[in-house]
């Protein structure tokens, strides 16, 4: 990837914006003040973009029957096309991103939990996804989408993060793809996908050493299939597991007391006394004294920049 920053959507009221409904905004301080060293934010609010004041009434999301739309109950209006179009107006900048962070509950832009009335009863469940949010996962199934209150948990935050970067490293490949440029970027995902799922791992490989050629459809179910697997955090076993996949990879190098400090070191991970970042450290030490192009590539062992510190809690 070159060392442009990358580009990620935002809601507008998360970088302070005062355009909600009420005026006020829902500033993030992470996104705000330490994910901004490293991005490039272009923020987007729907409701402003379909042309509602600030401030506004109200909107919800409503059943009628199997369908869910975005109503002002002040007004009667129905706003669900008009926020599922200013998904498909923004597409073409929709493209050029590397993740998404959403406000959460929001009626356009939640993208879970969000209160579903029922207009007759005026009772609501939490079980719909914003108007906008859901026509932007539609049209891009890859791209990675977060919610700013599920970023205060750090291995959800931690997750988020390593999908933009792989996304990233995905849209500064070459064009059109070729199968080394594709084999390339697989192999730096190997560890990665191990750790996160390891079916998709098997796969995916399988697919990829069985396909003859890279068209558009296969490149993109590719990378689709990659997102999803990395979805969900890593377990600390499976992360246990890729660690002491890594630790093989040094058995003709380092000595007797070296494999058995490490194996400790993993172990105690794996027992929640120690943060991953201290075998990961040991492992990045033993990489630098006995060199290893295989494991150098790897984007499992610092998939994002070091100073955001993701990891230290983890």
């Not at 493209?95 to 009863?121: F, H, I, N, W």
């Not at 859901?134 to 049209?139: F, G, N, P, Q, S």
């Not at 068209?215 to 990659?226: H, R, S, T, W």
Request: glycine fraction near 6%.
């Amino acid at each position: 990837m070159n060392t442009k920053k990358l580009t990620v959507g935002i809601s507008a009221c998360l970088l302070g914006d005062e355009v909600r409904f009420d005026g006020g905004h829902k500033r993030s301080a992470f996104c705000d003040d330490e994910l901004s060293r490293h991005v490039e934010f272009v923020r987007f609010c729907p409701e402003v973009g379909i042309g509602l004041p600030i401030p506004r009434p109200t909107i919800r999301l409503e059943k009628h029957d199997n369908d869910v739309h975005a109503v002002i109950p002040k007004t009667g209006a129905n706003v669900t096309q008009k926020l599922s179009d200013f998904a498909d107006k923004i597409q073409l900048k929709a493209q050029q991103l590397s993740g998404y962070v959403l406000c959460a509950k929001s009626p356009s832009c939640g993208m879970e939990r969000v209160k579903l009335y029922d207009p007759d009863t005026g009772h609501a469940q939490k079980e719909a996804m914003g108007i906008f949010a859901a026509r932007l996962r539609e049209l891009n199934p890859a791209l990675p989408l977060e919610e700013y209150g599920r970023l205060n948990d750090p291995h959800l935050r931690e997750n988020f993060i390593l999908r933009v970067w792989v996304y990233g490293h995905w849209q500064a490949l070459p064009k059109p793809l070729t199968k080394k440029a594709l084999l390339d970027f697989h192999t730096r995902c190997k560890l990665l996908l191990l750790a996160h799922d390891q079916p998709a791992y098997r796969e995916l490989g399988k697919r990829l050493g069985e396909a003859e050629k890279i068209d558009e459809a296969f490149a993109q179910q590719y990378i689709i299939d990659v997102m999803q697997a990395l979805s969900e955090p890593a377990s600390k076993r499976n992360h246990t597991n890729t660690l002491q996949h890594i630790q093989g990879y040094f058995k003709g190098q380092l000595s007797a007391q070296q494999k058995q400090e490490l194996s400790e070191m993993i172990l105690q991970y794996h027992d929640g006394i120690l943060p991953i970042m201290a075998p990961l450290t040991l492992i990045r030490h033993y990489l630098r004294e006995f060199p290893n192009d295989y494991l150098a590539q790897q984007w499992y062992i610092q998939p994002y920049p070091e100073d955001l510190k993701l990891r230290y809690g983890l």
